[in-house]
């Protein structure tokens, strides 16, 4: 069986407005995500879900995505005006949060994630 060391987990912030908090998903396991208060919470409960997703997966004879299939890497790169790199920039330190973090939060909420 696939172990929960061989699949990628993303972890991303939940805006206040919707509870707050981390977010962990499974890029190649549709549906299998956790959430918790710390990202070590997050982490620990994504550990659970795959575990739970992994015996439903073989209980219902159903495959089990190999690990690194889900077609994406996770990165992009994209250029954006002077003016809005400073006021996101601006907006990330009132957050007390790194650029990416503040950006991928955005990202997430408008695309209603």
Known sequence: MNQFSDYKIEITP???????????TFPDLPGCMADGETMEQALMEAKNAFNCWMEACLEWNKNIPTPGTSGTSGRFV?????SLHARLTARAKQEGVSLNTFVVAKLAEGVGI
């Open 78 to 82: 994209t250029r954006v005006p002077k």
């Open 14 to 24: 939940i805006v206040k407005e919707e509870g707050g908090g981390f977010l962990a």
